[in-house]
């Protein structure tokens, strides 16, 4: 973990908010390539599962909502993390996180576990009496249940179907840790699926299908995925089946995804906080009625921490001196998500290569995420590329100018094959998008 906290750090990937003030708790920045990479997968997500189907639509909604939402959702109720304080280093502890009844920091005897709200507060209104209290959301999800109705009667769909959302969730964890892993504020990218009741297990199944193959299409090792049925005493105030999808990160496994079946708790509380009626007409059957919710709530800050564990590797490979190896680093991302897709490097500066490279990286760059470089050795320059992921890189050499070919090396198996000039925009064009599946 620490090799790719460092590597993240050092060539942009994320790094802690607010450095220069000694850092906030909690609170990651993603840098120059980290935010290429989690776009990247928040784009893949909305191409596979509101691009790509005819039954879910999009919605982007406030992050701060009336305060009412969150009295009707639970979560003023029930959103709390019960927390134990050690008496001797006063340190704070969720009381479900520890393992004996001391204190894992220094031994000491542990208070009573008192409640302690998870949202994070905040102020609306242009002066101090005005001002209301409300929160930041929890989850990107109560909007889509508020909206319900304004979504299904302006876009003629009809249950079932599902609202997606990608957007910013904030909760005041005691403990934030893990790198992004776990953070206090953060990315979720949400559907709810509407569907009849009859209907919820066959919905639920094939969820759980649709939403393990996209992990698999993401390229994550598969033997490093695996389900967790949540038990029944333990599911959320609101869930009558949850289960995880959960990756084997360095430090354990943790949650990526959660699938829960929602049932109608969320449009009923609506329906009797707000007093309007948020049942589904279904013409056809001249009927009414408040439809069941299937939903897969996913993590962007989360994929993208697994993304890069199981991208990262180290190889060691032969250097230019006989039967020396040197230690190659490479993120080994899924084209698709890599942050750069081609890096174009002339062999040398001079002779009109530079130009050339130029000139071709300004066609490349037009389609797709490219870096020039024309500095230093080229073995460093393609390892400076494999540390951060890039999958293609370009190399124009004295031949260029003679047939304008330049060769391609694979960033895995670091094979050259030598192409057209003009032919390499659709090549690796096509190998970094879903057009190739
Ligand atoms: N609407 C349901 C819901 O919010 P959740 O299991 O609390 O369910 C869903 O959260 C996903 O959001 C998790 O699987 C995880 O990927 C992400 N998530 C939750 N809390 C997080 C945190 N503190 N830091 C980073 N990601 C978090």
Sequence with gaps: ???????????????????????????????????????NLKDDWWYVFVQQREDIVGLDASIIMHPDVWVASGHVAEFHDMLVDCKECKHRFREDHLEGDRCPDCGGELTEPKAFNSMLKTRLGVSDESAVDTYLRPETCQAIF?????????????????????????????????????????EQMEIEFFCKAEEEEAWFDRWQRDIWQWYLDLGLTEGKLRWYEHPKESLSHYSKRTVDVEYDFPFGWGELQGLANRGTYDLTQH????????????????????????????????????????????????????????????????????????AVLPLVKKDGLAEIGQELERKLRKKFNTF??????IGRRYRRMDEVGTPYCICLDYETKENETVTIRDRDTMEQIRIKMDEVADYIGQRCSHERD
Aim: aromatic share 12%; proline share 5%.
């Design 271 to 342: 329906t009797n906080h707000s007093g309007k009626d948020l049942k589904f007409f279904d013409q056809e059957a001249h009927e009414s009625y408040i439809p069941t919710v299937i939903e897969p709530s996913a993590g962007a800050d989360r994929t993208c921490l697994a993304v890069l564990c199981d991208a990262y590797c180290e190889e060691e490979v032969p250097t230019a001196k006989e039967g020396e190896t040197e230690t190659r680093i490479v993120m080994k991302f899924s084209p698709r998500l890599a942050p750069i897709k081609a």
């Design 146 to 186: 508020v909206d319900f109705k304004e979504v299904y009667s302006s876009s003629r769909t009809k249950v079932p179907f599902g609202i997606a959302q990608i957007g910013k969730s904030f909760r005041n964890e005691v403990n934030p840790r893990n790198f992004i892993f776990r953070s206090r504020e953060f």
């Design 1 to 39: 973990m620490e090799k790719i906290v460092s590597l993240c750090k050092r060539r942009g990937f994320i790094f802690q908010s607010s450095g220069i003030y000694g850092g906030i708790n909690g609170c990651w920045d993603f840098g120059p390539l980290g935010v290429e990479l989690k776009r």
């Design 372 to 377: 020039y470089d024309q500095s230093g050795a």
